[in-house]
């Protein structure tokens, strides 16, 4: 039995009896409009490396008073954040994650060659007070709202705060909205302003996470024309039939999101409750779909949850919190309750 | 008139009465195999970081005694060499770069925070004794054979002396073989052993740019999993469906990489005899689709080109060498006809 100490471990493992509150991958199908892009398709060429005029334009009312030429369609948020923090790359520069944190993020900061330094989320809302002591030395701040793996959602005057205070000081924030269409409680506010770099997803959104489409937004022309010269040469366009589907997804009636959303929030509620009840503290998802609830020592219960339950969830530490453990919820309720039978089980004999 | 400075400049410019002889990019379809994954095809999800497995299987007969698991499935050669290059970094490491290159390479070495060393090709060819004194100062030497922008394949004998001075030094050779199957005279070597990496992609071969699919291999099994570590947070898998076209291309009938080798070395002979006639100094292409002709003043060439004769052509200087001027001929033999007489018109007029 070998111990499980990274999310890479869970990859390709699923199906048959084994129930994975594991991954972040959404379930639901894209819209049929994307799927039926593929229909007599045969374009092969380069496209533009900052990605497909149309999509770009399309995405132009996403962000006030945004320009076709200050997009840049990326595989997925992941290289979209990965191009932003090459770009930002200066010596010794510090960004500013938030802890806990999405696994990822202080690789991504490691192989962009810039430093790491966290804030901390209390319940996880971010505290001004902290921020202020810590973003004048920073180069840029990184935020994430809705969070994976909290789910709360930060407030509009605290977010606002920041704009405000990153302009002031000049220093960047990137905003982490993968997450934006998926809020159960209150607005998801987006972050503006000329010192601001958004990131955004059709992975979530769109159930589109295999085809890896995302993209960024800047109103700094020279920080995006930065960023497509590394695209450039670091992958040049992304897939071109990609965009294309992504087009179509966005094109598509907004009855899509809005269906999805009451899903998401079946099994917010379902999980949530079902947590509750046997007593575990955590907290009431605002947005996203994860639960993170406190469960001592995180690293043994992953094990056993998943040696002898059979049972995918992911240990707290990997997110920068060990003694949480997270569940995702991307999978139908039968399967959430099953689910839920066996974590009551293993906390019941532990 | 704006003056023509890097080939980005060209980007989205072609059709109408415009010739180019610009960008490497294949203008044949790829198989018919690959459009046809295309139907029906319903996927959504995530798949495995280092790519497909039934693709990594079906590429173990390219390289010796190989292993799915020393595969990894990048965004085109591009992700494949931005991804090997950022594993290498060590502080200082110097990575041995050939003299004309491909435009990319510095880029890449620059955005890996590695060190740029130049190795000069004569007559497109690599010179053993200069290498002997730079590499073992190097962390790594990239070979590119069939060579952008030269045309050029170095020699089996030099390629193998490579290899075995790579291994003494412990030195990491990286063999971009995009160019592969574009072989007009001789035979492709592929360079083999423990410290090499080889770099290829699907663009080239079956005209599938635009699908971003490529791919590394190497022998060294602990880099290789650095190498997916790096893309698992830098960009997550390659786009699913482009996988399963490029592996129903590998699979379609050879005919198609022969016939389409007839159709290249009919245009590189029309260009080659039609340059040599206008008594341009340049070499045969022995593979890839580029000539690399002795131009006088090469930056004043192409803008010229440009604008009086709707011609595009790229500057040497791009490539290392200011004095030549390359000439893609991924274009039908009415379109490289017509070039070639505008071409001999600015020279006869100039």
Same mark, same amino acid.
């Given at each position: 039995m070998q111990n499980i100490n990274s999310p890479s471990f869970f990859i390709g493992k699923g199906g048959g009896e084994l129930i994975s509150f594991?991954?972040?991958? #959404?379930?639901l199908a894209p819209p049929a409009e994307a799927f039926a892009v593929l229909d007599n398709y045969r374009s092969f060429k380069y496209g533009q490396v900052c990605g497909l005029q149309e999509l770009r334009e399309a995405l132009t009312p996403v962000y006030e008073k945004s320009q076709p030429g200050q997009f840049v369609i990326t595989n997925g948020a992941s290289e979209a954040l990965d191009l932003v923090l090459r770009a930002l790359y200066v010596p010794g520069g510090k960004i500013l994650l938030p802890? #806990? @944190?999405?696994?990822?993020y202080p690789y991504n900061v490691q192989f962009a060659h810039l430093e790491i330094d966290y804030y901390e989320l209390i319940d996880g809302k971010i505290v001004l007070e902290e921020l202020k002591k810590k973003l004048p030395d920073a180069r840029a701040i990184l935020i994430n709202s809705p969070s994976n793996p909290t789910g709360t959602l930060q407030d509009r005057e605290v977010l606002k705060e920041i704009e405000k205070m990153a302009e002031e000081l000049d220093i960047y924030v990137i905003a982490? &909205?993968? @997450?934006?269409?998926?809020?159960?409680v209150g607005e998801f506010y987006q972050l503006a302003g000329k010192k601001v770099i958004s990131i955004d997803s059709f992975s979530k959104t769109y159930g589109m996470c295999g085809y890896r489409v995302g993209y960024l937004h800047s109103y700094d022309q020279q920080l995006v024309d930065k960023i497509v010269e590394i695209k450039t040469h670091a992958?040049?366009?992304? &897939?071109v039939l990609a965009q294309e589907m992504a087009l179509a997804a966005l094109k598509s009636p907004r009855d899509y999101i809005d269906h999805h959303l009451q899903i998401w929030s079946e099994r917010r509620d379902m999980i949530y409750n079902g947590m509750k009840e046997m007593g575990l503290d955590l907290w009431q998802p605002e947005g996203a779909f994860y639960v993170f609830p406190k469960i001592e020592n995180a690293n043994k219960a992953i094990n056993e949850l998943y040696y002898k339950y059979q049972l995918i969830a992911y240990d707290g530490a990997w997110f920068g919190e060990p003694d949480r453990v997270r569940f995702s919820y991307a999978l139908d309720v039968e399967k959430i309750q099953e689910g839920l039978k066996r974590l009551k089980l293993y906390l019941a004999e532990k």
């Open positions: 594991g991954s972040g991958q #959404p379930d802890k #806990p @944190y999405y696994y990822s982490d &909205n993968v @997450y934006r269409e998926l809020v159960y992958s040049m366009n992304t &897939n």
